[in-house]
């Protein structure tokens, strides 16, 4: 399921079928880019759809990727990557950008709720 604005997500376009309920999941897994909440909304994307560069375990020409410091370049010809950048323009958010972003949204969340807050 595409996000509000319309922008397809990457497992709706690669068609891996690693999406819960897909066809490869008994086979591959579940994608970590489908279940990856703290990404939801980043490149307009449903959880980590539209930033599945930035997650380690996504699937790329036939074989499941690593950490992100080795796939990067695989994801850099991959022509969803290459969609994603045109259709968001100057709004794009780099790899870079999201993987600050995801550790940003884990200090607030496990290290900066406490009853000191306010």
Request: hydrophobic share 30%; with cysteine; aromatic share 8%.
């Amino acid at each position: 399921m595409a996000k509000k604005g319309g922008k397809p997500n990457c497992w709706e376009v690669m068609k891996c079928g690693r999406e819960p309920d897909g066809d490869k999941v008994a086979e591959l897994g579940v994608c970590p880019a489908t279940t990856e909440i703290r990404a939801d909304g980043m490149n307009e994307g449903r959880h980590a759809g539209r930033a599945c560069w930035a997650v380690a375990g996504t699937f790329c020409h036939g074989t499941v990727q690593g950490t992100f410091a080795k796939k990067l370049g695989d994801c850099q010809k991959c022509k969803f990557y290459k969609l994603v950048i045109k259709e968001e323009g100057s709004e794009y958010q780099t790899a870079e950008d999201i993987l600050k972003k995801l550790e940003e949204r884990d200090i607030k969340r496990y290290f900066l709720k406490s009853k000191f807050r306010k």
